[in-house]
């Protein structure tokens, strides 16, 4: 299978607290991004880190990526209860081009205030 | 902030009935995409288009499935003969050439086949 799997798939954290997912792939990837989706909503986009970066970083967003381990990881500093979501990996298989993205299973996260 | 939009929100259909979904892509964007996701599973691609024509799909998008970009601003998704599998959320996703890669999604449509 060319999906990512998210580890873990559930957290639940103090607000103020970091929350880490990971994520793994297993085909050559051209790049790698992070969803968010609130419960019966829509995916927004929450950073995108090429095949040849190994870190990134958007406001309270770091996203590391091994593609050596075919692995990565989002890290939320300083969460919020706003952060209480599912968080999606998404790579673009290189063998795909960069039509689609081969999304995981997603990781709920819930801020407890 | 210019976003994807989706009618409807929900859609009830019964086995082997016909159902369009439509989705207004963001204005300036050229690549749009469809994907589905059954409740509990994972988010699953299934076409890709541009320049009016497919560009991509899944083995998912047989041929019961259509796309078509009527006019300048809507991108509808039909699904002929539907099956009771066919019920998920199914979203549309759209794209700008300088950065096809991030692609911006709707809402979704809910659509339950019975």
Not at chain 1, 49 to 56: M, P, T, V
Not at chain 1, 71 to 81: E, F, H, K, P, V
Not at chain 2, 16 to 34: A, D, K, M, T
Request: glycine share 6%; with cysteine; net charge neutral.
């Amino acid at each position: 299978s060319q999906q990512g799997e998210e580890d873990p798939q559930a957290l639940s954290i103090q607000e103020g607290e970091n929350a880490t997912m990971n994520c793994s792939y297993k085909t050559s990837i051209n790049n790698l991004q992070w969803y968010r989706q609130n419960s019966g909503r829509g995916l927004v986009h929450l950073i995108l880190i090429r095949s040849n970066e190994r870190e990134k970083h958007s406001g309270r967003l770091r996203v590391t990526l091994d593609t050596s381990k075919k692995s990565s990881s989002l890290l939320i500093t300083a969460s919020r209860a706003a952060d209480t979501a599912s968080y999606f990996c998404a790579h673009s298989p290189v063998s795909y081009g960069n039509n689609r993205l081969a999304f995981g299973k997603g990781n709920q996260v819930v801020v407890i205030p | 902030e210019p976003e994807v939009t989706q009618t409807p929100s929900h859609q009830v259909t019964q086995m082997g009935q016909e159902v369009i979904l439509r989705c207004v892509p963001i204005s300036n964007h050229l690549y749009f995409y469809w994907y589905r996701q059954i409740l509990g599973q994972k988010v699953e691609f299934l076409v890709s288009f541009y320049n009016n024509e497919i560009s991509e799909k899944s083995e998912i998008f047989d041929d019961r499935f259509s796309v078509e970009r009527p006019d300048g601003s809507n991108f509808t998704l039909k699904i002929r003969s539907t099956k009771l599998e066919d019920s998920a959320m199914y979203f549309c996703a759209s794209s700008v050439p300088r950065d096809k890669e991030t692609q911006y999604f709707g809402p979704g449509t809910r659509l339950l086949v019975l």
